[in-house]
Structure formats: C-alpha cells, structure tokens
C-alpha cells in the first residue's frame, strides 16, 4: 500500500508545487518509489519535473476521463527520479467534462487503485481552489499535506481548507486525514513570520512539520531548468530543507 498524499491549499502561490517536486525528488533520493501526479492544469510540476506539457500525447486530462489508464499516461522524470502522471491545459476543460460522468469525485482514486504496490509515495500536486480537480485529489488521497506561508492571511484560508478536509473526510473518504502544515517560504528575520509560525505550533501542535522551508532563491530557479530543486543545487538552504523533510516524513509515516 502506498501513502497518497495531496499537496493542497486553495491559495495559488503558497509553494504547493514546489512542495511537490522537491518531496518527489527527495524520497525517491532516499530510495523511495515515488510517482508524482499533477492535478493542476497550469502543469508547473509537469515542467518543473523536465516533461515538457506543450509535447504531451496523453495525460491525467484523460486518466480522468477514463480514455486513457495511468499506466498508458504515467512517465518518468530522468530528472527527478519519479515516476510523473503529468498535466496541461487539457485538464482545464475536465473540471466541466467530468460533471456529467458517473463517480465524478473519485476518478483519480480507481484510476491509481491498480497501482497500489507500484509506489511508496504518490504525492498529487492541487490546483489553487477548492474545485471538483482537488476534489479528486482529497478524495484519493489518505493524507493531506498543506504548505504555507507564515503571514497573517494565511491562517485565514486554513479554515476555510480544513473545513472541505473535514467535509470530504465525513462524506466521501473516511482514510482521509492531514498529516501536516509545512512552512515554507519562511523569513526567519520577520517578526510576523515568528508570531504566525508559533501560533501555528500552539494551535496545530506536532501536525506541524518540524521543518521550515526557507525562501530560497535557488528554488525558485530551478523549475526555468526542468530540475527539481534539491538536484539542482543540492547544497542550497531550500534542497537541503526539502531532503530534511522527505527524512521527517519517511519517519512520520512509520508512526501510521
Ligand atoms: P503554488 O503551487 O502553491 O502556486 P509554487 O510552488 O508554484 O506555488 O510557488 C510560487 C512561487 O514561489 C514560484 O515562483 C516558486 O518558484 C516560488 N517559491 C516557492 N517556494 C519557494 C521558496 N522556498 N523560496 C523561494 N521561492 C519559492
Ligand atoms: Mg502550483
């Protein structure tokens, strides 16, 4: 059985798919089978993980749709040493093509339900919205992994999160659970970083990752390449952040 993961928060530009790609890249280094699926028609972590979106033949556009099955879709990123079920603009018209499908909320789920021995981790990338792409995403998934940055609006849009979490979990997908809030892009120098980071620990506790991603340039370079962060430049503040994350989880999960 493989841990699923989405990666989500409805706030775009919080370091979802940064998240993503640099976890995917950091346990497959520590031996994991990884595969890696982006739910976001944008398809950053498609590109971020060197698969070009622009030359897909098929994608998780049509996994979702079931023209095509993840094993006919899925790919395998030479940089980042995952497995990747990529995504484009395709995916883009799903969200309206899904509505008249039977099962709409759980197309990604029986599409990975084949697949369970293939993966030790399968991390899903989420679009920035609560919509019916997140949707399938939260509902295949076991746990939930929510990155964010430590400012004062961020904890507006976590209960906003927490509550379709505790909806889907009620409703469609009782495994579901948030295994934790990762800070990221973090400014240790701010006052407010510091004041959002320890209210985040008073009222979250150890659901909060010990470790904190700082902003790091290199990061942000790194997707322009095609490579995950921590191969990129593995010696940077960010990579060498992320590979003490994917060691935090790998350790997280054995207390499941
Ligand atoms: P999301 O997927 O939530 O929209 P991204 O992961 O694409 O967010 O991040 C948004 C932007 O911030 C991107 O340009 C990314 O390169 C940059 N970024 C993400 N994490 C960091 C970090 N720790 N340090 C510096 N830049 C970062
Ligand atoms: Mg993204």
Do not use: W
């Not at 395998?76 to 509505?99: C, H, Q, W």
């Not at 995403?137 to 400012?151: D, F, K, S, W, Y």
């Amino acid at each position: 059985m493989s841990y699923i993961f989405a990666v989500a928060n409805q706030k775009g530009g919080v370091g979802k798919t940064t998240t993503t790609v640099n976890l995917a890249a950091a346990l497959a280094a520590q031996g994991q089978r990884v595969l890696l699926i982006d739910l976001d028609p944008q398809g950053n972590a498609t590109m971020g993980s060197g698969v070009d979106k622009r030359l897909l033949k098929t994608s998780v556009y049509q996994v979702l749709l079931g023209l095509a099955s993840l094993a006919e879709a899925r790919q395998f990123s030479e940089t980042g040493k995952y497995d990747i079920l990529p995504a484009n603009r395709d995916l883009a018209g799903a969200e309206v093509e899904m509505v008249d499908l039977d099962y709409r909320e759980t197309r990604l789920k029986q599409a990975l339900a084949p697949h369970g021995a293939d993966y030790d981790f399968v991390l899903i990338d989420c679009p920035p919205s609560l919509s019916m792409l997140t949707l399938n995403g939260l509902c295949a998934a076991n746990g939930v992994i929510i990155p964010m940055q430590c400012e004062y609006y961020a904890l507006e849009g976590l209960s906003d999160l927490v509550n379709t979490i505790k909806k889907v979990y009620a409703n469609l997908n009782p495994d579901l659970r948030i295994i934790g809030l990762l800070r990221v892009m973090f400014d240790s120098r701010s006052t407010l970083s510091n004041q959002v980071s320890a209210q985040l620990e008073q009222h979250f506790g150890d659901k909060v990752f010990k470790t904190v991603v700082p902003r790091n340039v290199r990061l942000a370079e790194a997707p322009s390449y095609g490579i995950p962060g921590v191969v990129f430049d593995r010696s940077a503040k960010g990579a060498q952040a992320y590979l003490a994350f994917a060691v935090e989880m790998i350790e997280r999960v054995k207390t499941f």
